[in-house]
């Protein structure tokens, strides 16, 4: 009776193992046949990507510190993220991790460093490209914005803290933000992951489950967890192939200082307004083409070209290079008159305004 017992135990048990191996729980069955589809597609994801990741070292200078009777100039050490998108070297990364850098290095996969030259950085989309000299180096692949979805999945490629190569996860949160650079400008059509970000991810890509990237890390909330900004892949060629071809972006400008202020409402009404704001005219630039054009300090500007102006956001959307030269219409409010005034936009220089 025992060794009948014994038997139909070892049965038992052969039947359940081989129950668990149909089930791909038995330990004979190879790791990727039990990975789920969301890990395969991370890893698949991440493996196409990661050779065109590299970490970037820069000098920056700092304020110079006094020393006797001379001053020392001093210079400190950041890093950030990048990836490779040309075979010949150029790189795509943050303008704020490379702007005005007195050198750069750049680490690739396989621990080669390179120095690298900056190509030209434009501070309004926070965007850069620099390029190293290097063999074998492994372009990414560029997605398409219009492609993405709310809701599908996407991993941050970067090098947060020095710890190079490491790989988040996460959903597209929303599309078509606006977040502000460090130029004061508004960046549009930007992507909200909640893939973490961290400092030294900046200018790492953002990348879709087929390993395309689809934008470029720039930015995090600090206080909040999970809220997270790429620029737009398509915005990152248009200003990538400027500054391929430039070494910058041109935009318009008509060299004025303004604010955002309300309308009284007798005049929205008077004039039947499509706005209720518009941007108070403070001062101009020297020579500026919109105080030869005969605008005056006090000046309220609510439109420009046909299009309504709210505010200073508007107007710089409105100011692109197609404008440069050309003479264009601004419509003013002065005390309680509306007028037509006609200005040419300039060709915009760094740290110009409106």
């Known amino acids: 009776m025992m060794q009948e017992l014994e038997l139909l135990s070892d049965e038992q048990s052969e039947s359940q193992n081989a129950q668990r191996d149909r089930e791909g729980l038995g330990h004979s069955q190879p790791d990727e046949e039990v990975l789920d589809a969301y890990s395969r597609a991370v890893i698949t994801a991440a493996e196409r990507v990661s050779p065109s990741v590299v970490y970037i070292e820069v000098e920056q200078p700092v304020s110079s510190r006094r020393r006797g009777p001379a001053r020392v100039p001093r210079e400190t050490r950041g890093s950030g993220s990048g990836f490779i998108f040309t075979p010949d070297g150029f790189i795509l990364t943050n303008s704020h991790v490379v702007h005005n850098a007195r050198g750069i290095e750049v680490t690739v996969l396989d621990g080669h460093k390179y120095r690298a030259e900056l190509i030209g950085d434009d501070p309004d989309t926070d965007l850069a490209v620099i390029r190293i000299n290097a063999p074998n180096l492994v372009p990414a692949h560029l997605g398409d914005a219009q492609q993405i979805r709310v809701g599908q999945l996407v991993l941050a490629i970067g090098n947060p803290y020095g710890f190079q190569y490491s790989v988040t996860a996460g959903v597209v949160s929303a ?18 992951t909640d893939a973490a970000l961290n400092p030294g991810n900046s200018g790492g890509p953002l990348v879709n489950s087929r390993g395309e990237v689809i934008g470029v890390n720039t930015a995090m909330i600090l206080p909040a967890q999970g809220i997270c900004f790429a620029t737009s892949i398509d915005t990152a060629k248009f200003v990538a192939s400027r500054l391929i071809r430039d ?41 500026s083409p919109a105080r030869k054009g005969g605008v005056r300090e006090g000046d309220i500007i609510v439109g420009f070209d046909e299009h309504p102006t709210h505010g200073i956001d508007d107007l710089h959307k409105l100011l692109t290079e197609e404008r440069i030269g050309h003479e264009s219409s601004l419509t003013v409010i002065r005390g309680t008159q509306k007028l037509k005034l006609r200005v040419i936009p300039a060709e915009s220089r760094d740290g110009a305004g409106n």
Not at 179 to 186: N, T, Y
């Open 175 to 192: 599309l078509g933000r606006s977040l502000r650079s460090q130029s004061g400008r508004l960046m549009d059509a930007v992507i909200q």
């Open 247 to 287: 070494g910058r972006v041109s935009r318009s400008y008509i060299g004025l200082a303004g604010q955002n202020v309300p309308l009284p409402r007798r005049i929205v009404r008077y004039y039947d307004l499509p706005v209720e704001s518009g941007i108070l005219v403070v001062s101009f630039e020297e020579s």
